[in-house]
């Protein structure tokens, strides 16, 4: 299974700025997505990471708060803009190595915003 | 929409107590049922994947089984180390891309020794 690693692992923040949160595959994989978990909730899917082009968001996620790049076969970034309280939560990383394989998940970033 | 519904939402067990989790859905053409464990601090870990009614997977204490409406989770004789969010996870076509999942809220599992 691909190894995912998301950094920074946590993060406390204050109101109004911007935070990058980068996720690295040891391997090429085919898919990668977004997810945010508020506390003591399941997944939420926030886009698909589109290689060399924009990503696909969900409802109720827009680009301009969450910003992603997918720069290669291997990495990725979200970025959570202008944060506020509500954008506390853990954002996960995930990806797909191939055709009917599963979905394999980074260990997340926690994120506080003050 | 699909809907993926689990319970109970938290079980207690203790050690060596046989039970089971329910994964109810509600999708549109079925590609998969997806079981993951997920451990305090850490991402969801993968488990098992079912296709189509009637599969069933086996690993170590666990073992999953496929319904047309729903999905099943024994365990058999759990340990402490088997405590956990058991998550469900669903992937149609009408969740949009080709591998997108759809999660239910999770069972949160606690074995006692």
């Known amino acids: 299974s691909a190894v995912i690693s998301q950094k920074p692992s946590r993060d406390i923040c204050q109101r109004g700025t911007s935070l990058t949160i980068q996720c690295q595959v040891d391997?090429?994989?085919?898919?990668m997505f977004w997810y945010r978990q508020q506390p003591g909730q399941s997944l939420t899917l926030i886009a698909t990471?589109?290689?060399?082009?924009?990503?696909?968001?969900e409802s109720g996620f827009v680009i301009d708060k969450f910003p992603i790049s997918r720069p290669n076969l291997t990495f990725s970034t979200l970025t959570v803009s202008n944060m506020s309280p509500e954008d506390s939560s853990i954002y996960l990383c995930?990806?797909?190595?191939?055709?009917?394989?599963?979905?394999?998940f980074g260990d997340g970033t926690r994120l506080s915003i003050l | 929409e699909d809907q993926v519904t689990q319970s109970p939402e938290a079980l207690r067990l203790q050690e060596g107590e046989s039970s089971s989790l329910n994964c109810s859905y509600t999708v549109s053409g079925l590609r998969g049922l997806f079981w993951y464990r997920q451990d305090p601090g850490k991402g969801p870990e993968f488990l098992f994947t079912?296709?189509?009614a009637g599969e069933e997977k086996e690993k170590e204490r666990l073992k999953a089984t496929l319904t047309k409406k729903e999905s099943f989770l024994h365990i058999t004789a759990p340990k402490p180390e088997d405590s956990a969010t058991y998550l469900c996870?669903?992937?149609?076509?009408?969740?949009?891309?080709?591998?997108?999942?759809?999660f239910g809220s999770g069972t949160q599992l606690t074995v006692l020794p």
């Open positions: 391997s090429q994989v085919t898919m």
């Open positions: 990471a589109n290689q060399g082009s924009e990503a696909t968001y």
């Open positions: 996870a669903v992937q149609a076509p009408s969740s949009g891309s080709a591998r997108q999942l759809t």
């Open positions: 079912l296709y189509s």
């Open positions: 995930s990806a797909i190595r191939g055709a009917d394989q599963p979905q394999h």
